[in-house]
């Protein structure tokens, strides 16, 4: 269970191959945030079948990447000024060598076209929603247009949420985030005394504060041996806290194995990937609940679900309690077998068909 059903050797193309140009500010190689990762794995997965996928970035080529990458240079100093690079960089691409030109954001000053594909990750009017800074607030508010005006462009545009779909009701089709499922999968043994895994900031919409004073306040009175691990940028010292920074791909899997339950506090989450990356290692989530997180978990089927005030008694629950944390983990490997990244591949191989065919009909 959590073996994805090709092995790895396979490739499997269900339509002729395409030169696709992937246009992404962040790869992972500089940047590993949920954007930057979902691009290189989906153009990995296409790569792998079949297709020839060109990535367009401010950041160098990933040590995987098995598609081919071109370095843009961003030419300024300024931190403001940075925000804007990556639209004025993609403008000025000629991209019409390729089949499919597929934006994966920053693309509100490139034309449309039958050509195009657009997927939002979420949308800048949550993320204002949710700031907690008022600079940040209206920084997002301003984004929120420019993905009006990239709705309004011409081509097909996908959104990774049903909630992203109702922040921006122009978004045509929705295409869930995706985890490779060949390499997350349950492995090994779990830590001898009861632990807490989290990924993010511990200040904005991600609430790692909120856990790190849940975890001091509940977790520990009840279960002193409880320990708690942040991946993340701003570091952390408390009891029986445990602060890595940013960890590669091969050891946050280990850190997923090796957790008792993943932990999601966060009031916004475009998608939630982490959740799905914990449930295809067999690994309960916990999360606070909010409009993507609640798309994929079903409160106590595949894991629990609660308001913010109530995460120290759930996560309580989950870590006293072995038969459920094997009930949740065996349903989750059920359920997160629909995010592989093969199925997400193969979703917008769905979109770029349409296109083409629009495009050869004239539509």
């Known amino acids: 269970m959590g073996q994805h059903p090709f092995p790895q050797s396979v490739i499997v193309v269900t ?3 395409l030169t696709i140009a992937f246009f992404s500010k ?34 160098p080529p ?33 991209a019409d060598g390729f ?20 997927t939002f990750y979420g ?29 309004l462009r011409r081509g097909a545009t996908i959104g990774i949420s049903a909630a992203t779909r109702r922040a921006l009701p122009l978004v045509q089709t929705v295409i869930p985030c995706g985890v490779p499922l060949r390499t997350y999968r349950p492995q ?14 511990l200040r904005g919409r991600k609430k790692g504060d909120l856990l790190v004073r849940t975890f001091a306040q509940r977790i520990r009175t009840a279960l002193p041996e409880a320990r708690l691990t942040i991946v993340g940028p701003q570091p952390c010292n408390a009891p029986g806290v445990h602060w890595v920074g940013r960890l590669s791909e091969p050891e946050l899997i280990a850190a997923y194995r090796r957790a008792w339950v993943y932990c999601m506090p966060s009031s916004y989450e475009g998608f939630g990937v982490p959740a799905i990356e914990a449930m295809a290692c ?18 106590e089927v595949n894991g629990l679900l609660c308001r913010a005030d109530e ?40 979109v770029y068909a349409t296109a083409v065919e629009k495009i050869c009909t004239g539509n």
């Not at 309580?316 to 199925?343: H, M, S």
């Open 188 to 201: 090994g043994s779990r830590d001898g005394a009861p632990s807490v895994l989290f990924l993010g900031d």
């Open 15 to 17: 339509m002729k191959p």
């Open 62 to 94: 990933p040590d995987d990447a098995r598609y081919r990458t071109h370095q843009l240079t961003c030419g300024t100093p300024s931190r403001l000024l940075r925000k804007f690079v990556p639209a004025l960089r993609f403008r000025n691409i000629a």
């Open 311 to 350: 995460l120290g008694e759930a996560l309580l629950r989950v870590l006293g309690d072995g038969d459920l944390r094997e009930r949740l983990a065996a349903q989750a490997l059920r359920d997160v077998q629909k995010y592989g990244i093969d199925e997400t591949a193969r979703s917008y191989e769905a």
């Open 123 to 151: 949308s800048a009017l949550d993320e204002s929603l949710h700031a907690r800074k008022l600079s940040r607030a209206l920084y997002q508010a301003l984004f929120y247009g420019f993905e009006w005006i990239s709705c």
């Open 282 to 299: 067999g690994t309960p989530v916990v999360s606070v609940i909010n409009k993507s997180t609640s798309e994929i978990i079903t409160n």
């Open 26 to 59: 962040q790869l992972p190689s500089e940047s590993p945030n949920g954007v930057s990762c979902q691009v290189h794995r989906l153009a990995n997965a296409l790569q792998d079948r079949g297709h020839q996928v060109t990535c367009f970035s401010l950041s």
């Open 99 to 118: 089949d499919i030109v597929h934006y994966h954001g920053d693309d509100y000053l490139c034309r449309g076209s039958l050509r195009r594909v657009r």
